[in-house]
């Protein structure tokens, strides 16, 4: 079964930075893209960033120059480095797997449990 455990989340001032980090398991093979996702209390959940196997990158305008997104392949890992943090930044933060292929099987699309980020004004 495929797992992804995120790890990172906290209390922060606005102004400060986080990084979150999300390792995938589960006797995998390879992971097409992995990617972070939001959701903010009383708001759908929202793109953050994503990025490919090869490292080609994707952003939410709202994060554009503040947010960092980098994947480490041979540990099925992807990372997310968040400076200049602001409060609207604060949401439950999900870490996303797409074309997941393990042993056994593929999964399409593979989600984490989330960890929380809060910014204080």
């Known amino acids: 079964q495929v797992q992804l455990v995120e790890s990172g989340g906290g209390l922060v001032q606005a102004g400060g930075s986080l990084r979150l980090s999300c390792a995938a398991s589960?006797?995998?093979?390879?992971?097409?893209?992995m990617g972070w996702y939001r959701q903010a209390p009383g708001k759908q959940r929202e793109l953050v960033s994503t990025i490919t196997r090869s490292g080609n990158t994707n952003y939410a305008d709202s994060v554009k120059g503040r947010f960092t997104i980098s994947r480490d392949n041979a540990k099925n890992t992807v990372y997310l480095q968040m400076n200049s943090l602001k409060p609207e930044d604060t949401a439950v933060y999900y870490c996303?797997?797409?074309?997941?292929?393990?042993?056994?099987?593929?999964?399409?699309?593979?989600w984490g449990q989330g960890t929380l980020v809060t910014v204080s004004s």
């Open positions: 589960g006797s995998i093979f390879s992971i097409n893209a």
């Open positions: 996303n797997a797409k074309g997941v292929i393990t042993r056994a099987y593929n999964v399409l699309d593979a």
